[in-house]
């Protein structure tokens, strides 16, 4: 019972550093989303994909890269880490566009 | 593109109060609508969801009911808990024009429900 699974849960990185935050889903969902979410704030959109080999920008995508190759996995990558990227972020998954989505539990990266 | 107005918070109530918490959208065709709760320190969870005009979806004592001729989805419980206490988000849902299926969420609207 995986569903979305998220990891690291927590990491620090130093300005410049890069890394790649893991999203992984067993439910073979299509859909896929990259969201941050900063202290007392809501939902901002990175990136987002409709299947393997397609992705596309949200609201936020600067500073973002991410991948698609295989349905399960939708990795986000930070090249060079800013302060402003201290944030928690969520992945998510979803079956068609009018169904629920399932959300990992979250990474809380800080950029010191 | 769809969008979500909230109201804003902190909401703060006495426990068995009851709770109103106002969302409206805009949206290309006829969205699917969710009300999605995050507890402290976890990610987003379903609440309840509503498919189509009119329909009423309900989970844990909450309510609410998809309105198209006013494009609002408001969710209301009767009597809030302690353990209610959590950021509620209102989310339109439906395929954008073009294809492709962009979900995009609110600000949340964060609730406190005291004793």
């Known amino acids: 019972n995986a569903g979305v699974t998220q990891t690291p849960k927590f990491r620090i990185l130093k300005i410049g550093q890069s890394m790649t935050l893991q999203c992984t889903q067993d439910?073979?969902?299509?859909?896929m989303y990259w969201y941050r979410q900063d202290p007392g704030m809501g939902l901002k959109l990175i990136y987002y994909?409709?299947?393997?080999?397609?992705?596309d920008k949200g609201e936020v995508p600067n500073g973002y890269n991410v991948s698609r190759s295989t349905t399960e996995d939708f990795p986000l990558r930070l090249e060079l880490a800013a302060p402003s990227q201290t944030s928690v972020y969520f992945c998510?998954?979803?079956?068609?566009?009018?169904?629920?989505?399932?959300f990992g539990q979250g990474t809380r990266l800080t950029v010191v | 593109g769809n969008s979500v107005t909230q109201m804003e918070g902190p909401v703060t109530l006495s426990e068995e109060a009851f709770l109103t918490i106002n969302c409206t959208y805009t949206?290309?065709?006829?969205?699917?609508l969710f009300w999605y709760v995050q507890y402290p320190g976890e990610g987003l969870q379903l609440l309840l969801k509503a498919t189509k005009a009119d329909d009423k979806g309900s989970n844990k004592g909450f309510e609410a009911t998809y309105r198209k001729e006013t494009t609002s989805f408001h969710l209301e419980k009767g009597s809030v808990q302690v353990s209610d206490s959590a950021v509620y988000f209102c989310a339109p849902k439906g395929r954008s024009p073009g294809g492709g299926n962009k979900l995009t969420f609110g600000t949340g609207t964060q609730l406190k429900v005291e004793l």
């Open positions: 439910m073979n969902h299509n859909y």
């Open positions: 998510a998954s979803t079956n068609g566009p009018n169904t629920e989505a399932f």
């Open positions: 949206a290309t065709g006829y969205p699917s």
């Open positions: 994909s409709v299947g393997a080999g397609i992705t």
